[in-house]
């Protein structure tokens, strides 16, 4: 009997402490996704800006909480919500940049994204429109 008992104190604790660590699991989780999101999204600036040989323009407004996907021949072409504990930081790149009609980013530089997780750094290289985020 008594060691049914044991058994039981045993899995009510470790069913306690998974409870208390699903939030920040899943606020990781969730930060992680919208990191993946936010680089298909520039990657998908930059292929419609090649196939529809246009300027296509990354936008990234804290103050409305969106970043913008747009041309100003078919205005906005993809909007998403950031996500309220994640906050776009200027960097050399400023609140914006294109691509061109040939997938070029008309400027190289960085921009940082302030997560529950740390930081993040958007980089945009010089040349062909190359672009990553990583981990600062």
Do not use: C, W
Not at 22 to 28: I, L, R, S, V
Not at 35 to 46: G, K, R, S, V
Not at 72 to 88: M, Q, S
Request: hydrophobic share 40%; glycine share 8%; charged share 20%.
């Amino acid at each position: 009997m008594s060691e049914t008992l044991i058994v039981l104190v045993v899995f009510l604790l470790l069913s306690a402490l998974g409870l208390n660590l699903y939030p920040n699991f899943f606020k990781g989780m969730e930060n992680k996704m919208f990191l993946n999101q936010l680089n298909e999204d520039i990657f998908y600036a930059q292929q419609y800006a090649i196939s529809h040989e246009s300027l296509i323009y990354f936008y990234m407004d804290n103050e409305r909480g969106v970043y913008t996907i747009y041309s100003y021949k078919e205005e906005g072409i993809l909007e998403r919500t950031i996500p309220k504990d994640i906050r776009f930081l200027k960097g050399t790149l400023g609140a914006a940049f294109y691509f061109n009609q040939y997938g070029n980013a008309s400027k190289a530089g960085t921009m940082t994204i302030d997560t529950t997780n740390g930081k993040y750094k958007l980089v945009v290289n010089i040349g062909k429109g190359r672009f990553r985020i990583e981990k600062q």
